[in-house]
């Protein structure tokens, strides 16, 4: 016969119930109940003709049902029934993770990281092309990936020799996090890939010269560009360019920062640039002709004045003042090196050096550590200048010479 199972509540009901009221599982289960408790579960009914109470001595129905059970196939309440352990539940396999969802993690954490944009755009990149080349194998799963896949990923970049660098420690980066969450059981990257000759040379910097920036602003002149679409007319001309071009070279600022520039960030003759490391702001001074005119501008098109279009997206801004600079690139004529807008936060280093600023100084404005502005800025450092100078006129002292 099957046996009934009901809770005695104690005096010590932890829900407040009264001592030795009765509830059942049913009970327990409905809508409104409220706090549940662990006052013990007893069973009663008749086994070999005999009625009968017992405690359970738990007050887990699961626990509960599966000593009744045991009661019910013994038929007798004399005796200890024998209950059977139960069956520990079976590991769980460990399950494959696909090669989608590893990169979306990987990117979800390097985005808490809070990089820089410019560093979480590359890791896009990245995961993109692996992506990619998986697709082409046919790949799903993380795990399919082996030594061999990555040497042929490894030779298809056609990269520079220091981009090439940078991409393999992202590789290894990659690898790495997917190992540490044990989706893989070692890397596949072997470390029989190196990087390429010349990787860990510093890139020459290449400022642009006084004339050469003095023709880029002469050539913003002679550009000009009319639009019409849904929202009606309008124009840009090299008024706007020679803006976006100054605030660039008096602070050093990224065209992506100088694009979504913001004129809360000016102060009298000062624009706020970034907060370092140790806690303190760092300021630029930018004189009051520039000043005025960014004011005017923000009049015009909004706090933000050089987003003007309907989208604020940073690629999409970015890349609308990349072509229209280039316009002013062309116009400009030919230069030793290509011109980028990049050049202009090199320039905006070149000038500070040579007016004999530490290189301490330009590292903070620049947002750098000081062994990558002597790194890249070498020549344009004075003092290093004047200490090389030395060295050789003291080394040369007393050689021979016409008489």
Not at 124 to 129: I, S
Not at 242 to 262: C, E, P, Q
Not at 271 to 283: L, S
Not at 351 to 368: E, F, N, T, W
């Amino acid at each position: 016969m099957k046996l009934n199972l009901y809770r005695r509540h104690r005096l010590e009901c932890e829900a407040g119930r009264p001592e030795d009221s009765r509830s059942g599982e049913h009970d327990e289960r409905r809508k409104g109940w409220g706090r549940k408790c662990q006052c013990q579960i007893h069973l009663s009914g008749t086994l070999d003709r005999k009625f009968s109470r017992k405690a359970t001595n738990t007050s887990d129905w699961i626990e509960a049902r599966r000593i009744a059970d045991a009661f019910e196939q013994a038929d007798s309440w004399t005796g200890q029934p024998t209950i059977a352990p139960v069956a520990p539940e079976p590991a769980p396999s460990e399950s494959r993770v696909s090669i989608t969802d590893a990169c979306q993690v990987f990117l979800t954490n390097r985005e808490s990281a809070e990089l820089a944009p410019a560093t979480l755009r590359k890791y896009r990149t990245f995961t993109k092309q692996i992506t990619a080349y998986a697709d082409a194998r046919g790949y799903v799963m993380i795990d399919q990936f082996t030594p061999h896949d990555i040497d042929r990923f490894w030779a298809n970049w056609k990269l520079g020799a220091r981009a090439k660098g940078k991409r393999l420690t992202t590789l290894r980066a990659f690898f790495r996090f997917c190992v540490n969450r044990k989706w893989i059981a070692e890397s596949p990257v072997s470390t029989d890939i190196k990087p390429p000759k010349g990787a860990s040379k510093a890139a020459n910097k290449a400022p642009f010269t006084d004339k050469e920036l003095q023709r880029i602003i002469a050539a913003c002149d002679r550009v000009k560009v009319e639009w019409k679409n849904e929202n009606g007319p309008g124009i840009w001309t090299g008024e706007d360019l020679k803006d976006l071009i100054w605030l660039m070279v008096y602070t050093g600022f990224r065209i992506s920062d100088a694009t979504h520039f913001n004129v809360k960030r000016l102060k009298v003759d000062q624009v706020f640039i970034r907060a370092t490391k140790n806690g303190g702001d760092v300021f630029a001074y930018i004189p009051d002709w520039l000043r005025d005119r960014l004011l005017s501008r923000a009049e015009r098109c909004g706090p933000r004045p050089f987003i003007v279009g309907r989208s604020d997206r940073l690629e999409t801004v970015t890349n609308i003042w990349r072509r229209r600079i280039a316009k002013a690139f062309k116009v400009a004529g030919a230069f030793d090196e290509p011109p980028t807008p990049h050049r202009f936060r090199h320039t905006f280093a070149r000038i500070l050096l040579q007016r004999g600023v530490p290189v301490a100084d330009v590292a903070d404005l620049l947002g750098d550590d000081e062994k990558t502005v002597r790194d890249h800025y070498a020549r344009w450092v004075p003092e290093r200048q004047a200490r090389l100078t030395k060295i050789l006129k003291d080394a040369f002292q007393g050689q021979p010479k016409p008489h």
